[in-house]
């Protein structure tokens, strides 16, 4: 398989080391106006991929107005017409299914056994919403007495969309579904660390029939690209994945306009494990929720809180699986953390090793960077610290890696104190067969999702979002649409009520 997987990129990969990776703006593929490129690396080994068009204020202008031009006769297009082009997208992306695997999975380092998925995950979202379109517009019939009140969803207009660079191919599509099936144009703006798939993304799009202009792509930096999107007039409201801080300028670059925006930020999250639960199970959960996509993952179990009663056994089995995680090569299918996403990054992460030892806590698997792999790749071994507390660094902040926290608890309040002790509040996980505790303990918990007695598993109608420092508004289903669309209340008299008069003598 690997071999495979290593002749499907050798087939992409001289075009893209040639050619680099463009911006896509009114379906056309174009370099920046000003002619600037960056280069782009794969954490594998650090070799080249190729240039990626460098857009500014000019790029993201001239794709603001592309967007702004396509909107009305985007947002009029028959939902019978958008829904076809939308399953197109879908079909598009299910044939080009490993190719789009593969290429993430080297400009990532994201390992190809989730990245498949992944792409396929795609897929799904865009066959969802393009079942969606008949009832965005949907609203609610208020009556009263004399009249009858009811409401519509109309599209905001031109949107903006910044993705980040975990599992940035799904992600974008998580994002870009619900805004052409409320009948938005878009202008998307992807992390410059994972370019690659966003322009070929949008080219399956128009491929599959997306009228030109209805969806436009420019790469760049968030301090040019990014800033000059935020502020743009077309531009109604911002859809942002990424980190807290990023997440505060754009609300703050986006206020003069009054731009809606939607943040989904970082996440600290606890899995709660309680001495009747499920030990196995919730092994396998806590394991898979903070190892797999590299640790890089806003909904992962960062923090591991264990009962008292069941920690010693515990956390002996849980340092075995550790150790055994295989680190390697993201194209080889038997890898299950590849290289982090950039240098960089792979310092972050190595950092809180130290950070770690200095709060006290005890390092039992892990840390540093695992032998026998490219001496340029951005890889780091999974790490396990135990003994910790809730007040340590390591146990606050988030490290986005395969870098898991084991924190000692022995009763419910004590739970809930550690599991809200942080700023952020995405994702809480708890394990327990007392279904009563399980719901005392889901309702404390301050996030915007919580799992009983299972890892993530994503319910495409259900909300996701989070609290606190992790961000504003919720994605799935319906609530896309509430961002997405306006609200307009219509109210129609059913005949002659009493009108108030003035001036009359």
Not at 83 to 92: E, N, R, V
Not at 119 to 147: E, Q, W
Not at 262 to 269: S, T
Not at 281 to 296: C, H, P, Q, T, V
Request: hydrophobic content about 40%; aromatic content about 8%; proline content about 5%.
């Amino acid at each position: 398989m690997l071999e495979k997987n290593l002749k499907i990129l050798d087939q992409y990969l001289p075009n893209l080391k040639s050619n680099g990776v463009q911006n896509l703006i009114n379906g056309k593929s174009i370099d920046a106006i000003s002619g600037k490129k960056f280069d782009n690396t794969t954490p594998v080994d650090g070799s080249f991929i190729g240039q990626v068009s460098e857009g500014d204020a000019e790029d993201i202008d001239k794709a603001a107005n592309a967007a702004m031009d396509a909107f009305d006769a985007w947002k009029k297009m028959p939902h019978q017409e958008r829904k076809k082009i939308m399953h197109a997208i879908a079909d598009k992306i299910e044939e080009h299914a490993d190719e789009i695997a593969v290429l993430e999975s080297y400009d990532t380092g994201q390992t190809i056994r989730f990245m498949k998925k992944a792409a396929m995950r795609g897929a799904a979202n865009f066959r969802y919403f393009a079942d969606k379109v008949i009832d965005a517009p949907n609203g609610l019939s208020t009556p009263d007495t004399n009249h009858v009140n009811y409401t519509m969803r109309q599209p905001i207009g031109p949107v903006g969309i910044i993705t980040p660079w975990n599992t940035p191919f799904m992600l974008t599509t998580w994002k870009i579904a619900p805004a052409l099936a409320s009948g938005c144009t878009v202008v998307h703006k992807p992390a410059e660390f994972s370019p690659v798939t966003a322009t070929r993304l949008a080219q399956l799009a128009h491929e599959a029939g997306l009228p030109k202009g209805v969806w436009n792509v420019v790469h760049g930096f968030g301090e040019t690209a990014g800033k000059a999107l935020t502020e743009h007039e077309h531009i109604k409201a911002v859809a942002f994945i990424g980190e807290t801080t990023t997440g505060t300028y754009i609300m703050k670059q986006g206020a003069p306009t009054l731009k809606r925006v939607h943040l989904e930020l970082g996440g600290q999250n606890p899995i709660i494990v309680f001495d009747d639960a499920d030990l196995d199970r919730a092994l396998d959960a806590a394991i898979f929720m903070k190892y797999s996509i590299n640790g890089e993952r806003c909904t992962s179990s960062s923090r591991l809180l264990l009962h008292k009663n069941v920690y010693k056994d515990f956390v002996k089995k849980l340092t075995a699986r550790v150790a055994n995680i295989k680190v390697g090569h993201p194209l080889d299918p038997k890898t299950e953390v590849g290289p982090m996403i950039h240098p960089s990054h792979q310092e972050k992460v190595l950092s809180y090793i130290d950070i770690g030892k200095k709060d006290g806590a005890v390092l039992a698997c892990g840390g540093g960077k695992p032998a026998g792999l490219p001496e340029g790749g951005a890889y780091v071994n999974p790490t396990l610290f135990i003994d910790a507390n809730k007040d340590m660094r390591i146990s606050q902040e988030e490290v986005f890696g395969p870098f898991l926290t084991v924190i000692p608890f022995e009763t419910e309040a004590e739970a809930i104190e550690i599991a809200n002790s942080v700023k952020y509040g995405l994702a809480a996980y708890i394990w327990t067969k007392d279904i009563s505790r399980g719901h005392r303990m889901a309702h404390a918990a301050e996030a915007g999702m919580v799992w009983i007695n299972s890892e993530n598993v994503r319910h495409l109608p259900t909300p996701f979002g989070g609290v606190k420092y992790s961000g504003i508004g919720r994605d799935g289903g319906e609530y896309s649409f509430d961002f997405y669309m306006e609200t307009k209340n219509i109210s129609v008299a059913l005949g002659d009520h009493k009108i108030t008069q003035l001036g009359v003598q």
